[in-house]
């Protein structure tokens, strides 16, 4: 079983949908990065977080660092969006070296 | 300020060759992570450096691999004697601290022959 669990592991949405992607891990964390990564591409930072909310745009990000859950919300989703959405825990200590989940693929239609 | 900047971008080696993968990292930024992407799988952490010092390496394989980060130039990860399994995308990440805002490169996509 794998430290760091997403759910779904594909999505596909309708573009406008608001969309969820869950991550929970079992390790004890201080923080969580979610990252997206597009086919072919590199990985682009979207939110680093160790309690409560972050919002950025469109993208909000939530922790509940003792429920040990996170999850990614995209609002009024767009076709632009479709990637790979990976969720990556900070397993204590203060550095970057972090346990990845297996990636959620979203693929958003027009 | 470019940002994190890995060369090559692609890399095809022959079986027992050397594969040498750089990686600068964003202005003013001291530490770097590398990480692999196997084919089909998830990223792993290998290498935590910061200049002229390795600060963890834990998830570096025990043969064939090596890492630096000199006081000058980019941090090079090194493989020796490429196997087939070495085949994947090593990503390159910079942060201004160790810990927190995190860059990634776009990655180096090594195959093996």
Redesign the interface.
Known sequence: KNEVEQSPQNLTAQEGEFITINCSYSVGIS?L?W?QQHPG?????LF?LSSGKKKHGRLIATINIQEKHSSLHITASHPRDSAVY?C?A?NG???????????TLLAVQP | NAGVMQNPRHLVRRRGQEARLRCSPMKGHS?V?W?RQLPEE????MV?LQKENI??E??MPKERFSAEFPKEGPSILRIQQVVRGDSAAY?C?S?PL??????????SRLTVL
């Open positions: 923080a990065h990252l591409g590199g990985i682009v930072s680093m990976i990556a900070i200590g203060a550095t970057n070296k972090l346990i990845f989940g297996t990636g | 530490h992570y990480y998830g990223l792993k952490f935590y600060i963890d834990s998830g990503f990440a942060s160790g810990y927190g805002e995190l860059f990634f490169g776009e990655g």
